[in-house]
T-cell receptor
Framework: GAGVSQSPRYKVAKRGQDVALRCDPI?????LFWYQQALGQGPEFLTY????????KSGLPSDRFFAERPEGSVSTLKIQRTQKEDSAVYLC????????????????FGPGTRLLVL | RKEVEQDPGPFNVPEGATVAFNCTYS??????FFWYRQDCRKEPKLLMS???SGNEDGRFTAQLNRASQYISLLIRDSKLSDSATYLC?????????????FGTGTRLKVLA
């Protein structure tokens, strides 16, 4: 079956522009995560959805970052007034696990969106 | 101090060699542990979960030491195709999410 897909794969933005990054999780996966990966670093957690509910947004670096998943499937990560330090790969992951489950299930990652802010 | 620490490497080893990576974590209440593999400019992919009893998958063996708070990955008979970055992943025991906490990754280059 289809894996996690993300679009666009590459995005170049001028400083100050708003960008929107899309994630299509694996069908039926309840949990959706966004991560940010800077060059040479491991991914860092941004935010988590269970269905349409955003249960954890503790990793969002500033109020310029906003995520939504209105129907519990596709998610969008929006970055307003982009800054150079926002340049990174943004990874989306989904899993079938949900709160109340006994153990975390494997997270499956999309190919990422590579954002470059000039 | 980062929650999950790895030696970034690079580890350059000849084909056929055995190589081991360690990873330490600071949260003693961490719940689950994984090794992911990430090829250059690709997404992370699950290599294996790590269990307290240790587990093996072909040439790969993972171990967890809860008392010392480290996990390890052993690769035997290294292949050129094993060249990648290996990411250590820990999930904290929190009430909110099963988010992953990643290490920086250890780069492995297997040389012909």
């Amino acid at each position: 079956g289809a894996g996690v897909s993300q679009s666009p794969r590459y995005k170049v933005a001028k400083r100050g522009q708003d960008v929107a990054l899309r994630c299509d999780p694996i069908s039926g996966h309840v949990s959706l995560f966004w991560y940010q990966q800077a060059l040479g670093q491991g991914p860092e957690f941004l935010t988590y959805f269970q269905n349409e509910a955003q249960l954890d947004k503790s990793g969002l670096p500033s109020d310029r970052f906003f995520a939504e998943r209105p129907e519990g499937s596709v998610s969008t990560l929006k970055i307003q007034r982009t800054q150079k330090e926002d340049s990174a790969v943004y990874l989306c992951a989904s899993s079938s696990s949900q709160l109340g489950g006994s153990v975390p299930e494997t997270q499956y990652f999309g190919p990422g969106t590579r954002l470059l802010v000039l | 101090r980062k929650e999950v620490e790895q030696d970034p490497g690079p580890f350059n080893v000849p084909e056929g060699a055995t190589v081991a990576f360690n990873c330490t974590y600071s949260n003693s209440a961490s719940q689950s542990f994984f090794w992911y593999r990430q090829d250059c400019r690709k997404e992370p992919k699950l290599l294996m979960s790590v269990y307290s009893s240790g587990n093996e998958d072909g040439r790969f063996t993972a171990q967890l030491n809860r008392a010392s708070q480290y996990i390890s990955l052993l690769i035997r008979d290294s292949k050129l195709s094993d060249s990648a970055t290996y990411l250590c992943v820990v999930t904290p025991r929190t009430s909110g999410t099963y988010k992953y906490i990643f290490g920086t990754g250890t780069r492995l280059k297997v040389l012909a």
